[in-house]
């Protein structure tokens, strides 16, 4: 039986247990995508990251336990502190994906990511959305073309805790071009400039934890109204995330914090 090094990381962290946990398993060469699909369901956590050589660089793919992504913020992030912290790989390091080359480097006891941009545009709400999330019609709605994900802003002010959507409802939610949601609110600046949740289904994950891909259409929306490119932000999941965004040349900047929270190997 042969095995392979798989870890888990807690990814945008404000203290224990918090964040986004992610799986990362180590391979030679990029495996098969039945077994990666195969792991990730075995580990049933938001994303699997799967990391193996390609040349100088690193092949990445991220699954969920249900389906592949083309873009996973936390997972690159776990992937990154496995390869720096204990493999010892010297960074900034340097992913192929689906998603293009995705570079990350270490910043003190922050990792930082180098992300594309993904902006939205005004979009008209769906239909039976606002009602599945328990919200008034009066949001303002986006929608991140070619992203997959639908944004909208919750009016100044709005307790961000509070909305409680209603899972099978937004399941059963047929949409085009939309896998995720996004929800977010203006900060005061003390500490956080914008607040997000991130909800998604469609791909087996009800509510996200910590979303740095998020981010990159965060990051521009928020530029936008507020004059400024770096942002200190908050996921207000269950579990929490803190968050840094920085918007530059076409490019978004999400930094986040670690930790390391199992290690071993799995059984193939």
């Not at 369901?41 to 699997?48: G, I, Q, V, W, Y």
């Not at 961000?160 to 409802?169: A, G, K």
């Amino acid at each position: 039986m042969t095995s392979a090094p798989i870890f888990i990381v807690d990814a945008f962290v404000d203290g224990p247990f918090s964040g986004n946990p992610a799986a990362v398993a180590l391979f030679k060469r990029e495996p098969s995508p039945t077994l990666m699909a195969r792991i990730a369901a075995e580990m049933n956590l938001s994303e699997t990251a799967f990391v193996w050589p390609a040349g100088g660089s690193f092949g990445l793919r991220w699954f969920t336990p249900t389906v592949e992504v083309p873009l996973c913020g936390h997972a690159t992030l776990a992937a990154s502190r496995i390869l720096i912290g204990e493999r010892g790989v010297r960074g900034p390091l340097s992913f192929e994906t689906k998603s293009g080359v995705l570079r990350c480097a270490e910043e003190g006891e922050w990792l930082t990511l180098d992300f594309p941009e993904l902006p939205c545009v005004p979009w008209p709400v769906a239909e039976g959305l606002t009602a599945a999330l328990g919200l008034d019609e009066g949001v303002e709605g986006y929608r991140a073309a070619g992203a997959g994900n639908a944004l909208l802003r919750l009016p100044d002010g709005f307790g961000i805790e509070t909305v409680r959507p209603d899972f099978s409802r937004l399941g059963a939610l047929r949409i085009e071009g939309v896998s995720g949601v996004i929800v977010t609110v203006r900060g005061d600046g003390n500490p956080y400039d914008f607040h997000s949740r991130y909800f998604t289904p469609w791909d087996g994950i009800l509510e996200d934890p910590a979303t740095g891909s998020a981010h990159c259409t965060l990051a521009p929306f928020w530029a936008e109204r507020m004059g400024k490119e770096a942002f200190t932000a908050r996921q207000a999941s269950a579990r929490g995330g803190l968050l840094r965004a920085r918007r530059a040349n076409g490019r978004v900047f999400v930094s986040g914090r670690t930790a390391v929270v199992l290690r071993g190997s799995i059984s193939l």
